[in-house]
């Protein structure tokens, strides 16, 4: 079965040529998360999002460390109870360190998922209204699997690029500007702007 998914492929990339510009495009979904307004912000705030995360494990990686310098300080005054007791609390305090952003690390990545799937939602919806406008056949994503290889020619990254930038620059950001949008709208419904 598979060899006769990659022999269609290869066939489909032989015969690629043969199709009109605007019967078979590729594009290159990736890059467009990347290259776009909107992919740059996500990935801002998700960079954002690591980096507090990252501070909060060395704030508390620096304070399991000061705490391990001051019990080896008061090692030799200390009895030994009071040794132990000391220990087992520096020990249950970098167990509940750990449990703690075990946790908050998992949540971490699930946001970033749930961003990332956001936006690539919001860019395929764009994808279909250029798909449209400009009546391709069929639309290719270079790196679905599968997919062995794709003319240039036929690569239309930069036109769909271009429809998703103008897309998310002209959407509300805020609530307040979707009333301004909704007012401007009602006014002058040839400039009516979709929100994703």
């Known amino acids: 079965m598979k060899m006769i998914k990659t022999a269609a492929l290869v066939a489909l990339c032989s015969v690629g040529y043969s199709f009109a510009a605007n019967e078979l495009v590729s594009i290159d979904s990736f890059a467009?998360?990347?290259?776009?307004?909107?992919?740059?912000?996500?990935?801002?705030?998700?960079?954002?999002?690591?980096?507090?995360?990252?501070?909060?494990?060395?704030?508390?990686?620096?304070?399991?460390?000061?705490?391990?310098?001051?019990?080896?300080?008061?090692?030799?005054?200390l009895s030994k109870d009071a040794l132990q007791e000391k220990t087992e609390k520096?020990?249950?305090?970098?167990?509940?360190?750990?449990?703690?952003?075990?946790?908050?690390?998992?949540?971490?990545?699930?946001?970033?998922?749930?961003?990332?799937?956001?936006?690539?939602?919001?860019?395929l919806k764009t994808v279909n209204e250029v798909f449209e406008k400009e009546k391709w056949g069929v639309v290719i994503d270079k790196n679905s699997p599968g997919v062995l290889c794709i003319s240039s020619a036929?690569?239309?990254?930069?036109k769909v690029l271009a429809a998703v930038d103008a897309k998310y620059s002209t959407a509300p950001k805020s609530k307040n500007d979707a009333v301004v949008v909704a007012a401007k709208n009602t006014t002058a419904p040839k400039t009516a702007v979709k929100t994703a």
């Open 154 to 158: 036929v690569d239309q990254t930069e």
């Open 32 to 77: 467009i998360m990347q290259k776009s307004k909107e992919g740059k912000e996500v990935m801002s705030s998700i960079q954002g999002d690591i980096t507090s995360f990252q501070a909060e494990v060395q704030k508390a990686q620096k304070t399991i460390a000061t705490e391990q310098e001051n019990l080896e300080k008061q090692a030799k005054v």
């Open 90 to 123: 520096l020990a249950n305090l970098r167990k509940k360190n750990e449990r703690e952003f075990t946790d908050k690390e998992e949540q971490l990545r699930a946001a970033i998922q749930r961003k990332q799937m956001s936006l690539r939602e919001r860019q």
